[in-house]
């Protein structure tokens, strides 16, 4: 069974911010302007709730988008409310829709086409935005396969709840599951898969993965590839 570690701010010390600068100039991490964009072969990024045989390109990574018809065979789609839209860039698209799981106790997503043995990121947001016109906040819980994730709580109806874990897949597919625990509908609003390079997380075994708790940017404009960094245990990595 994997175990889920919580990884979190921690201190933020001037050794391991120095650090982090001369791995990343090592590594080739910096993008610096007119250099090439890092690959994003094996991304996967699923807007839930888009209508079947869907797509974009997200306007700011560049990154292609597809609906989550071919990965979950339950659920229904649904809208965000008119009250709770915004005029885009303010409101990524992956926020205009839902779907949701109102008649199944567990509803799993199944992500193929892994690396069996290898590290990824997997991401989950939850925006509410009264989808069902009810204006009751869920709460419900999240596993990756048989491992509890997080519970994700939702207190706001215009606020987004990210979840977020770095782990090692063992086989070449993995489940996300959403779980019904009786405090709401469970829905989600999108969700994203990342390759990783294995020398990368070195806390990040087949017998342990990191549970994202919070993240400090470093001050980049854009999204992606390198804006955000980890806290662990008072080092960045």
């Known amino acids: 069974m994997l175990a889920l570690t919580n990884t979190s701010m921690g201190r933020r010390s001037v050794a391991c911010l120095r650090l982090l600068v001369g791995l990343a100039a090592a590594a080739g991490v910096l993008q610096v302007g007119g250099q090439r ?10 807007d839930c709730g888009l209508p079947e045989q869907s797509s974009y390109v997200d306007p700011i990574t560049k990154i292609p988008v597809v609906s989550d018809a071919g990965f979950v065979d339950a659920g229904s789609n649904h809208n965000t409310s ?5 005029p885009a860039p303010e409101l990524g698209r992956g926020y205009h829709n839902v779907r949701s799981f109102p008649d199944t106790e567990r509803s799993c997503y199944t992500l193929p086409s892994l690396v069996p043995g290898s590290k990824y990121l997997l991401r ?3 925006r509410y935005g009264n989808y069902d016109g009810l204006q009751k906040l869920p ?5 990756l396969g048989v491992n509890l994730w997080r519970t994700v709580n939702i207190s706001e109806a215009e606020r987004a709840v990210m979840a977020e874990v770095t782990a090692v897949i063992p ?7 959403l779980v019904n625990t009786g405090s709401g509908t469970p829905f989600i609003s999108s969700l994203a898969l990342r390759p990783l390079e294995n020398t990368l997380y070195p806390q990040v075994n087949a017998t342990q993965g990191l549970n994202l708790i919070d ?6 404009t854009s999204y ?14």
């Open 139 to 143: 709460a419900f819980d999240l596993y």
């Open 82 to 86: 008119a009250e709770y839209m915004k």
């Open 224 to 237: 992606y590839p390198i804006k955000y960094v980890y806290y662990t245990d008072g080092c960045i990595y």
């Open 171 to 177: 086989d070449d597919s993995v489940q996300v599951c």
């Open 215 to 220: 993240r400090f940017s470093m001050g980049g």
């Open 37 to 46: 964009a890092p690959s994003i072969a094996g991304f996967l990024t699923i």
């Open 124 to 126: 989950a947001l939850f």
